[in-house]
């Protein structure tokens, strides 16, 4: 198999990845928000949440891939919009009740609590929340590729197999698991980062 063909399959797997990963994070956290801010939302969306996170992600393959439409982003982006609501959302519940009730007393508002209290004392379950996405993005990745696509990592793991070329499929894989930890390295210099500009230590 060709060298160039074989970095052309792994960069379509790592913008699928990367598009999905933003994406869900980012949108997974604004929700989050919303449910912090509307505790009547956060009661009528909570159990629904929780049971689509209980379901099976390969079960609900093709059911996000019409949703969505027909792409691997569309199940990382799936997957990690659901874990990150759920991680994020349950951090600004157990921000300490008494720190709330001081800023509510010194006349601060909605906005001024999530700014000044809830956010930067859940930088922590932020950071996990990207840390658990990296993994699932790759998952949810390689998962619509056996589904769909034609091209990218998953692809090539599939058609190793079918034409028995395990020299194919060992090195993609070993590719994959390179991309993975290069993307988990990049978690960990954003989580130094944004303790030294929040000046918490590590």
Same mark, same amino acid.
């Given at each position: 198999?060709? &060298?160039?063909?074989?970095?052309? $399959?792994?960069?379509? &797997?790592?913008?699928?990845?990367?598009?999905?990963?933003?994406?869900?994070?980012? =949108?997974?956290? /604004?929700? *989050?928000?919303?449910? @912090? @801010?509307?505790?009547?939302? &956060?009661?009528?969306? !909570?159990?629904?949440?929780?049971?689509?996170?209980?379901?099976?992600?390969?079960?609900?393959?093709? /059911?996000?891939?019409? @949703?969505?439409? *027909?792409?691997?982003? #569309?199940?990382?982006? *799936?997957? #990690?919009?659901?874990?990150?609501?759920?991680?994020? $959302?349950?951090?600004?519940? =157990?921000?300490?009740?008494?720190?709330?009730?001081? %800023?509510?007393?010194?006349?601060?508002?909605?906005?001024?609590?999530?700014?000044?209290?809830?956010?930067?004392?859940?930088?922590?379950?932020?950071?996990?929340?990207?840390?658990?996405?990296?993994?699932? #993005? @790759?998952?949810?990745?390689?998962?619509?590729?056996?589904?769909?696509?034609?091209?990218?990592?998953?692809?090539?793991?599939?058609?190793?197999?079918?034409?028995?070329? %395990? !020299?194919?499929?060992?090195a993609t894989v070993?590719?994959l698991l390179l991309?993975?930890? =290069? %993307?988990?390295q990049g978690v960990?210099?954003?989580?130094? =980062?944004?303790?030294? $500009?929040?000046?918490? &230590? *590590?």
């Open positions: 198999y060709a &060298s160039g063909e074989l970095f052309r $399959h792994l960069g379509a &797997s790592c913008l699928e990845t990367v598009i999905g990963f933003t994406l869900g994070t980012l =949108a997974g956290t /604004v929700i *989050a928000i919303l449910l @912090w @801010w509307s505790p009547m939302l &956060s009661r009528i969306l !909570d159990p629904y949440l929780v049971v689509l996170n209980s379901l099976p992600k390969t079960a609900l393959g093709p /059911v996000f891939i019409v @949703w969505m439409g *027909a792409g691997p982003a #569309s199940m990382t982006l *799936a997957i #990690s919009l659901i874990v990150t609501i759920l991680e994020v $959302h349950n951090g600004f519940l =157990a921000v300490d009740r008494g720190k709330l009730n001081l %800023m509510k007393t010194l006349g601060a508002s909605r906005a001024q609590t999530l700014l000044k209290l809830v956010l930067p004392a859940n930088l922590p379950t932020f950071v996990n929340a990207l840390k658990v996405n990296v993994g699932l #993005s @790759w998952v949810g990745v390689i998962m619509g590729e056996f589904l769909v696509s034609r091209e990218g990592l998953g692809y090539l793991i599939v058609y190793g197999s079918q034409v028995f070329k %395990m !020299d194919l499929v060992m070993l590719l991309c993975a930890a =290069a %993307m988990y960990l210099f954003l989580e130094k =980062a944004l303790k030294k $500009h929040l000046g918490v &230590s *590590a």
